[in-house]
Nanobody, 111 residues
Framework: VQLQASGGGLVQPGGSLRLSCVAS?????MAWYRQAPGKERELVASINMFGTSTYAGSMRGRCTISRESGKNTVHLQMNKLKPEDTAVYYC?????????WGKGTLVTVSS
């Protein structure tokens, strides 16, 4: 399964961005992770095939993960972005023991 993420870019503090990820095959759950320079990759949000979402870390309350019904597409709406949200954001998908990663999309929050 291949994952293609898009939507990253430069945004000012307090702004919003919407990331999207399209998978080439069926996945039971999809998630967004991020990795800031010098830090470990961390979970931002995940959503399963039933639409149940979970959030983690400092983005909780400032982001919303959604999945298009019937499509292997997931979005991450991020609001009130802070400079510390600057990172490469990776799309992740899981299915039957397989764990798949996209190449990532860079989000830079700076004035």
């Amino acid at each position: 399964v291949q994952l293609q993420a898009s939507g990253g870019g430069l945004v000012q503090p307090g702004g919003s961005l919407r990331l999207s990820c399209v998978a080439s095959g069926s996945l039971s759950s999809m998630a967004w992770y991020r990795q800031a320079p010098g830090k470990e990759r961390e979970l931002v949000a995940s959503i399963n095939m039933f639409g149940t979402s979970t959030y983690a870390g400092s983005m909780r309350g400032r982001c919303t993960i959604s999945r298009e019904s019937g499509k292997n597409t997931v979005h991450l709406q991020m609001n009130k972005l802070k400079p510390e949200d600057t990172a490469v954001y990776y799309c992740n998908g899981r299915f039957l023991g397989g764990n798949y990663w996209g190449k990532g999309t860079l989000v830079t929050v700076s004035s």
